[in-house]
């Protein structure tokens, strides 16, 4: 199995690197609006059954909620997308009786047009275009969380992101993302990407998890921030990492 890059030249599959140089096509300013729509409403699958997003938020942002049930909260979401991991958060607060607001944020305007009409009904939800270290379009957050951002960014804005975590006062964030590994790659070749056509989703899952990380990559990337916080990573079945600070302790 092969990538093609600029040109395409052949790359080879080296997992004991993180592929750089090689842009996700739903990433390019340029790529069709009509299958960059559609690649996001299959995110939401995809996201439902691999991302883990509901064990993480459950474990963390949740039960933190809910030893002080009567307050209110906000979460920031780091790279939105369209929208539908905020959605579900929004539903099981409002089962649960909690408050919160998100504010979910992106800098792709097509996404946040996406976002905004799917939102309809969550007026919890408040969209903003902004980046991801703009941490005043962050609006004072209680949590933040990021599902599949950190291997969308260099990592020198990953290091500059966790030190603004770090300086801000917060209950606890939670950034997920893909774990690298030759296994995963084959597992979403076979397993997810038949089931997803006309869209970006099949050539765009491969490069993501080429892009993804190593345990041992996050904790050198932790190291290099020099946090007086130092998050946790953390493994999750199918191939999953989170760097994970604070929350209520058991």
Same mark, same amino acid.
């Given at each position: 199995m092969a990538l093609l890059g600029e040109k395409g030249k052949s790359l080879v599959m080296d997992w004991n690197r993180r592929l750089t140089g090689v842009e996700e096509r739903m990433d390019r300013d340029d790529c069709p609006e009509d299958l960059l729509l559609r690649t996001v409403g299959q995110f939401e699958t995809v996201n439902r059954w691999l991302a883990r997003y509901r064990h993480i938020l459950t474990a963390g942002v949740l039960r933190t909620m809910r030893r002080a049930p009567d307050r209110s909260y906000r979460l920031t979401d780091l790279g939105a997308g369209g929208g539908d991991i905020d959605r579900w958060l929004i539903r099981r607060c409002r089962q649960a009786g909690l408050r919160l607001e998100i504010v979910a944020l992106d800098h792709d305007r097509r996404l946040l047009r996406y976002a905004a +009409? /799917?939102? =309809?009904?969550?007026?919890?939800?408040?969209?903003?275009?902004?980046?991801?270290?703009?941490?005043?379009?962050?609006?004072?957050?209680?949590?933040?969380?990021?599902?599949?951002?950190?291997?969308?960014?260099?990592?020198?804005?990953?290091?500059?992101?966790?030190?603004?975590?770090?300086?801000?006062?917060?209950?606890?964030?939670?950034?997920?993302?893909?774990?690298?590994?030759?296994? +995963? /790659?084959? =597992?979403?070749?076979?397993?997810?990407?038949?089931?997803?056509?006309?869209?970006f989703l099949a050539e765009d899952g491969l490069i993501s998890i080429r892009r993804g990380f190593t345990p041992s990559e996050l904790v050198a990337m932790i190291e290099r921030a020099e946090l007086r916080r130092p998050p946790r990573v953390k493994r999750l079945c199918p191939a999953r990492l989170v760097i994970e600070c604070g929350y209520a302790a058991d």
């Open positions: +009409a /799917a939102n =309809a009904d969550f007026p919890e939800i408040r969209m903003v275009e902004a980046d991801v270290l703009d941490t005043d379009a962050w609006q004072n957050p209680d949590f933040v969380f990021a599902n599949h951002l950190l291997h969308h960014l260099p990592e020198d804005v990953c290091v500059e992101l966790l030190r603004r975590l770090d300086r801000i006062e917060l209950l606890g964030y939670s950034l997920g993302d893909l774990l690298r590994s030759r296994w +995963a /790659a084959m =597992a979403f070749r076979w397993m997810v990407s038949p089931f997803f056509g006309r869209s």
